[in-house]
């Protein structure tokens, strides 16, 4: 019985870690730039936040989960780096279809509303980028999981962030050239600036 508490609390305790990690530290937007055309399509609907974070996390970490039963077959085959890419495509393929399929079965005016945000979430560099770095860091199978929750989490999180600010970036305090999308690339590069300071790198100088 102890090796099994013990087994299930180093499982919690890795989920909880790398959803720490990924959530304050390595945000897919402030430290990795990845999603960034996702979280700015996201925030011109801001009822439709908190749920599209929410699908992008479940098929995070269920795609994580399949990519992580998978990689000891992916090992096996040479070259593996260059088949895994393709794979894990298919991966998010499945848990895609297999989300439209639950779908399927909500009410008519639920499903018009998580519909299209399965089609963005699935889709994006976000899932992508986060099933590789997990794959690179030869992870458990309860950090893949922290590690999914984390960035689907953190996402929302710093699109959030990014939507508190997008109605200022339009104020007439701002010049002509930059208002709008050009003073919120700037911000976003400001907070990935930030972002990648609390990682831990440091100047070169």
């Known amino acids: 019985m102890n090796d099994f508490e013990n087994t299930v609390g180093m499982f919690l305790s890795n989920c909880f870690t790398m959803s720490l990690v990924m959530l304050l530290v390595e945000n897919m937007i402030f430290s990795r730039a990845l999603g960034t055309s996702t979280a700015l399509v996201i925030i011109r609907k801001k009822n439709s936040l908190l749920l599209f974070g929410s699908i ?28 895994r890419p393709l794979i ?19 009410p008519e005016r639920l499903k018009s509303k998580v519909k299209p945000m399965i089609h963005i979430s699935a889709f994006n560099c976000v899932v992508l980028g986060t099933l590789l770095l997990v794959a690179g860091e030869q992870m458990t199978l309860g950090s893949s999981i922290g590690f999914g929750l984390g960035a689907g989490i953190g996402f929302t999180l710093a699109t959030f962030f990014i939507s508190v600010a997008y109605n200022y970036l339009y104020s ?19 907070l990935s600036l930030a972002f990648y300071g609390l990682v831990g790198h440091q100047l070169p100088y």
């Open 172 to 190: 007439v305090a701002i010049p002509r050239a930059f208002r709008g999308f050009p003073v919120l690339l700037i911000y976003i590069g400001l």
């Open 56 to 83: 992008l996390t479940v098929i995070t970490v269920l795609a994580g989960i399949v990519t992580f039963l998978l990689e000891p077959v992916i090992k096996e085959f040479p070259n593996a780096q260059y088949y």
């Open 88 to 106: 894990y495509v298919a991966a998010i393929s499945v848990v895609y279809l297999l989300a439209l399929v639950v779908c399927g079965y909500f």
